[in-house]
């Protein structure tokens, strides 16, 4: 981190050149002397110095400056750095000049010229302003900073990106102070979100995933045009098939689209994964089986959409949504599923404005005291509700059944049974919400009766079904009535092999209907939709791999 910045703001060169030889010649060696020749210049290098998160100790401006004079420049750099000490240097004629400034912009002192000696007119004069200063200075700044608004749903996106990315980040409403001073440092307004400030000192203005990706050091760009083994998907069953792929000497590429870990990346806790007693978050687990994939080779491909999948021969070919593509000998189906859509009335324009579709861990400490209510029965909602309870006022599950024992590990349920604000709501369905720019109301129906509820709450977190989002496959392999990919036996309806293979083997296990392409975890038709499971397959789908570049 750079020494705090002393600036100082003259348009008089050869008075320019002594206020910063004397500042430096006292303070050089534990403070930066900034120069600048007009109030335009300084304003342009505080915002720098804002945007990468340094210091400023103190502003020494002249009072009699063209265009900005030194009160106007002073009043302006008090949204920047509104603790930063002033002092505005005066001629004897402006001391009336000097003494209503202090009304004004809350001078602290303000300087005659000539100062000589400044071991008696100047240095004391700096030596209280900056031990006041050192008392209570800025906060230094090391981490990414985003700010926005808080019902907003790309500011939510992007910290939804970062967050699931494991990057450490500020989050700062554009309505407070500290995130109007970085919006004003950036030269944009309120309506600009989302922005985020780079630790360097860079911003971006409304950035895409992309845009972020390169910005944290994730790869956006392919190393290469061809590859023993692409793997489509970053979680677990992804991440299971990347390691063993990287491992075992194949040259191996993972694409993800958002982040890695899927949905069980955003899990606050999984508590039933063989070898972690004590319970392990999604998180964690995901982040070590990603760090465990880089260490053997794979290349980690980030913020990517594949969009179709082709054969070419032997080769198999993806063609990503920017109109480029890479080719495989060998690819790996691993993009799980997503929450499927509510269809209420009110919700869909309301989503990252209070409905929100999985855990979304990045709100849970804004949650502190409210309602909160949760939908779905199955793990991922039981494990989400644990989490809430800790910040809101109150978790309300909501599910279409009577309890939970159909769709719910028996462990969670004691868990939720043990948890005293945690309310499980029986035969219960939203059906409708409302809000202006976020989520206020929503609308609940008892399915036995049909009679409705109107509740107050601002929060609504999704968990129902899983739509596995493969249309991107329509017409590249066969899938079933639901979208899941149809693999090995479940190709072989009637006793005959799927049109179109010509290969003289049934498919394998794994297999796909199109030879060489193979489909792990959740995405895969009537698979177990478990973190171990997806895990194991990811692996066995490698074998199988193996089992057919062998054969080639």
Sequence with gaps: MANPAILTVDDDPAVSRAVARDVRRRYGDRYRVVRAASGAEALDALREIRLRGEQVAVLLADYRMPAMNGIEFLEAAMDLFPRARRVLLTAYADTNAAIDAINVVDLDHYL??????????????????????QATPDPAITEMRVVGHRWSAPSFAVRDFLARNLVPFRWLLADEPEGGQLLTAAGVTASDVPLVVTPDGKSLVMPSEADLAAQIGLSTTPAADFYDLVVVGGGPAGLGAAVYGASEGLRTM?????????????????????????????????????????????????ARDVVGLEAAGSAKVLRFADGTSIAAHTVVLATGVAYRRLAA???????????????????????????????GGANSAGQAAV?????????????????????????????????????????????????DDHLER???????????????TSWLFIFIGAEPRTEWLDGAV???????????????????????????????????????????????????????????????????????????
């Design 387 to 435: 989490h809430f309870s800790r910040y809101a006022g109150r978790v309300h599950m909501l599910i279409r059944g009577g309890d939970l024992r159909r769709s719910m590990s028996q462990y969670l349920i004691e868990q939720i049974q043990g948890i005293d604000n945690i309310e499980v709501h029986p035969f219960t369905e939203v059906v409708g919400g409302s809000g």
């Design 254 to 302: 993972l694409v993800e689209r958002r982040a890695t870990g899927g949905q069980a990346g955003q899990s606050s806790r999984i508590e039933n994964y063989l070898g972690f007693p004590d319970g392990v978050s999604g998180s964690q687990l995901t982040e070590r089986a990603r760090r465990q994939a880089l260490k053997f080779g794979t290349e980690l491909l980030s």
């Design 442 to 456: 929503l609308e609940l129906r008892d399915t036995r009766d049909g009679r409705t509820r109107t509740v107050d």
């Design 478 to 552: 066969r899938r079933d009535p639901r979208g899941f990919v149809l693999t090995g036996p479940d190709l072989m309806a009637g006793g005959g092999r799927p049109p179109g293979w010509a290969l003289p083997r049934d498919p394998y296990h794994l297999e796909a209907s199109v030879p060489g392409v193979f489909a792990a975890g959740d995405v895969r038709a009537e698979s177990v939709k478990r973190v171990a499971s997806a895990v194991g397959e990811g692996a066995m789908a490698v074998s199988l791999v193996h089992r057919y570049l062998a054969a080639q």
């Design 112 to 133: 005659l010229k000539p100062w000589h000696p400044p071991e008696e007119k100047l240095y004391p004069v700096l030596d209280t302003l900056l031990d006041a200063w």
């Design 345 to 375: 009335p009110g919700l869909g324009e309301l989503t990252g404005q209070g409905v929100f579709y999985g855990s979304a861990t990045t709100e849970a400490p804004s949650c502190a005291g409210a309602d909160v209510y949760v939908v």
